[in-house]
Structures are given as C-alpha cells and as structure tokens.
C-alpha cells in the first residue's frame, strides 16, 4: 500500500453526546495510516456518505439512558450509515459502545439485516459477591474465526491471543434465539473469544467477565466487514499503554521499553485491528 | 403473605423518561399518540404479614427506614397493591394509561435486596422476597384500547432499529400490568 493511498482512506469517528473514546481511537487510527474525522451525530448525515468507512468509538452515548447505546440507534446518522454498509460495503469499527450501537441497529449478528437479534446484556454479577457489575479490567482475547473471514481482524492469523482491556457494564453477547448463535458459529462470524493467557476459552469469571454467550467479545456481520466488539483494540495500540506487569511477550516487551520513548510509542497488540481497518478500506475503494 | 409493591421517583424531572419520550416522538413516530412517559422504579415485596394494612405499614417503615429503595433527597415513592393495576389500558381523561413492568427475562430477583433486608437489617421474619423492574407509565392517544395496547407493545418491544425502544427482548421481559 502506497503511503499516498494511505492518506486519502477516509473514516468518520461517530461521536454522540456521552461518547468519550474518541480522541484515542482516532490517534490510534491515525497511527494505521488512516484520515480520521470527529464526526458529531447532530451533523447533516449526507455528509458521512463521504467516508470511505465508520468508527464508533466508545463511550456512554445518551448517558446510557434505557439501555447502553439504544437511544444512538435512533438517530439519521445511524440510519444513514445502515445504507452506506448496506449498499457500498464499507467498513464499519464498533468498539464497546459502538458495539451495543452495532447490536441494537441491527447490523451485528445482521444475518436478517436491520432486526434486533442479540443483546449487550448487563454483565452477570461478581459471583463472590462484590456489589458492582461495572468491569474495568485487562483480559485476554483469541481470534477465532477463518484468516479474511472478517475484514477488521485480517491482519490476524486465527488463534492469534492478544491483552486488550475491557471496560462496561453491559457487555454480555446474548440472544434468546438458539438457532441463532448456531448461524453465528456455522457462519464463522465469532471473530474473538474470552480467553486466558494460553488461549483456553472457558466460561468462568476469570476468563469470561460479562458471562458472554460462548465467550463472545466481537462478532462480525455474514458478510465481514462491520465488527462489533466489547474490548477496546485503541487502548492497546500502542506498547506504552501496556501493563508491565502482563505476563508473556507484551509484556517482556513493556519492561523492555522503561526509559525509551521511541520504543513506548510501538505498535501493541491492539494496532492490528486499526491495521485491519485500514486495509478494509483499502478494498472498499477500489 | 400479603405482597406490596413499592414505585419509587424521582423528585426533579426524569432524564431517562424525557429522553425515551424523545426518541419515540422523533423517531419512532409517535409524535400525536405519546402524550407523557414516566418511569418509576418498581419493588414487588412478599411480606409476612397478615393484612394489607400491615404490609402497607411495613413497606412504608423499608421504603423510609432502609435506605435502600428510597434516598428522601431525590426520590419520592408511593405504596400499591398488585390490584391496583387494571391489567391492560384504563380511560383517562380522554387518553389511554398503560403501565408496562419490564424485568430481567432471567428472573426478577432482587438477591442484594433480599440479603440486605434479611442478613443486615434484621428483617428476616417479615420479608420473604422482592423483585424489582422499571415501571413505564404512558399516557396515549388512542380510540380504542386495544389500540392503546397495541401502541404500548410497539413502542415497548424493540426489533428493529426504527422500531421499539424500550425492552430488548434478548434479555428483558415485559408485561403490561
């Protein structure tokens, strides 16, 4: 890829009254070689035809009033950006708050386009107790489905484990229709999975910490190029927002960069999402 | 056993209710039919007690003495009884009050409550459970009440992006009461 075709790749940053990840995500984007633009939902939504592909970043849209993201869902900008998927194929980047907008509008699992098939359901409570159902932690993600199955994560190879941190309080991926969660898996559209360092994927509160539906952290659209996911890929795109103290090889690299600012401001983990991103834009225009 | 339930308010203007009245107005299409939404929180307390009148006074001694249900700072409540609903739209003033009772599909437990109320506040003789949801009060404009309702369930169940707003139905139950 050209640094020149880089450049002109256009993606608009949704920001809703509440929104409050923008300005990283956009650095984040920014540092994969893609034109991003704060784009405030109250804007003419003819405007946002113009992007080459969407991010909604995370957040608190609407205050989380009713439930997280809902209220967003309901606004032209969203159903504008619906037809710009729809029609042109064009990417779409759901972290977190933008996931629960993804899920509530229909486009995520979108295997009937438009029509509420899952939820972000409240993470199922500490079960030792603790009042507070709000996670705010790092855990371990597993890229689960084919190479190019979904074209956010293909700079992925499958089975890929990566720190990534979390941070919601409704976050548990859930449907009431079984038969769904079955498409989901024979479609391959579970993108990652809860997992632990070693890539085991089980459902206990240490692993899974919403409760999620097969571990669910991200599921893409049938035809791969809207992903939904609850992690936030842009607080771990960069080797200094790392812990020092994750164990393995981010965070070997973390000690290793102590006093070296050059090294602090390399890739981290999360980065091959905006990677991702970017080359999905990249097929999308032409 | 006598149950009791408890709706708590807020004593300024509701955000959440102001804002889904909104959404359903301006973008759902409701413009002429919603007249007003309030939210209440919603406590259902089993109580061992004999009469209503006792559960009545008890309900009022939690909702004023716990702490738990009421902050007397920003809320304000009020004590019913399950019969005092009208299971479905009841004419009013010309309009149609609906009330919709939304819980978690998983159960509408209220363990924290329960355990509180039990185990730390010394009322393990008198509580045998609570449940808790969100109370939607609509008023509309309808001709009939089956139109009412029918009002009241689409604006309630969400499935689609431009359709329903206040229950999505992969995790939350609702039933007009």
């Known amino acids: ?286 | 056993m006598q149950t009791i339930e408890l709706l708590v308010n807020l004593k300024i203007p509701d955000v959440t209710a102001l804002t889904a009245a909104s959404a359903i107005r301006r973008r759902l299409g409701y413009e002429e039919a919603l007249k007003e939404l309030r939210r209440s929180d919603y406590y259902s307390l089993d109580l061992n007690v004999g009469k209503l009148d006792a559960a009545r006074t008890l309900a009022q001694e939690l909702a004023e003495k716990t702490n738990l249900f009421v902050n007397p700072n920003k809320h304000s409540y009020a004590i019913c009884s399950p019969e005092e609903h009208n299971g479905g739209p009841a004419s009013v003033d010309g309009l149609w009050r609906v009330e919709v009772l939304v819980t978690d599909a998983e159960g509408a437990q209220a363990p924290e409550i329960e355990q509180a109320l039990t185990e730390r506040l010394g009322y393990a003789d008198q509580v045998a459970a609570v449940r808790q949801g969100i109370l939607w009060t609509m008023l509309l404009a309808a001709d009939s009440a089956d139109e009412a309702r029918s009002i009241a369930e689409s604006i309630t169940v969400t499935t689609a992006r431009d359709e329903g707003l206040l229950v999505n139905p992969h995790f939350q139950a609702w039933e007009i009461i």
Request: hydrophobic residues 40%.
């Open chain 1, 1 to 286: 890829m050209s640094e020149q075709a880089a450049a002109q790749l256009r993606v608009a940053l949704i920001q809703f009254p509440g929104s409050n990840c923008e300005w990283e995500t956009k650095r984040a984007a920014e540092a994969a070689g893609i034109t991003c633009d704060v784009f405030r939902w109250n804007r003419d939504p003819a405007a946002l035809v113009e992007y080459d592909g969407y991010i909604i970043g995370g957040g608190f849209s609407y205050q989380d009033r009713i439930r997280s993201g809902v209220i967003a869902t309901k606004e032209p900008i969203v159903a504008t950006m619906f037809e710009q998927v729809s029609e042109f194929g064009k990417p779409v980047l759901g972290i977190c708050n933008g996931a629960q907008v993804l899920v509530e509008a229909g486009l995520i699992p979108g295997l009937n386009p438009g029509r509420v098939e899952m939820a972000l359901a409240p993470n199922y409570p500490d079960p030792r107790g603790r009042i507070g159902d709000f996670c705010c932690r790092w855990v371990y993600l597993k890229h689960k489905c084919a190479p190019g199955r979904c074209a956010l994560s293909s700079q992925m190879p499958t089975g890929y484990i990566w720190p990534v941190p979390i941070a919601h309080g409704e976050g548990r991926f859930t449907t009431r229709d079984r038969d769904a969660i079955e498409q989901l898996r024979a479609n391959d559209q579970i993108v990652f999975q809860y997992c632990d360092e070693n890539g085991q994927v089980a459902d206990t509160p240490e692993i899974n910490p919403n409760g999620a539906m097969d571990n669910i952290a991200g599921i893409c659209n049938p035809e791969g190029n809207v992903l939904a996911m609850m992690p936030h890929p842009e607080r771990a795109s960069f080797v200094r927002q790392l812990p020092a103290e994750l164990s393995g090889q981010w965070g070997t690299q973390k000690q290793a960069t102590w006093g070296d600012d050059a090294a602090m401001r390399q890739p981290g983990p999360g980065r091959l999402v905006f990677d991702s991103l970017r080359e999905a834009l990249l097929v999308s225009v032409c």
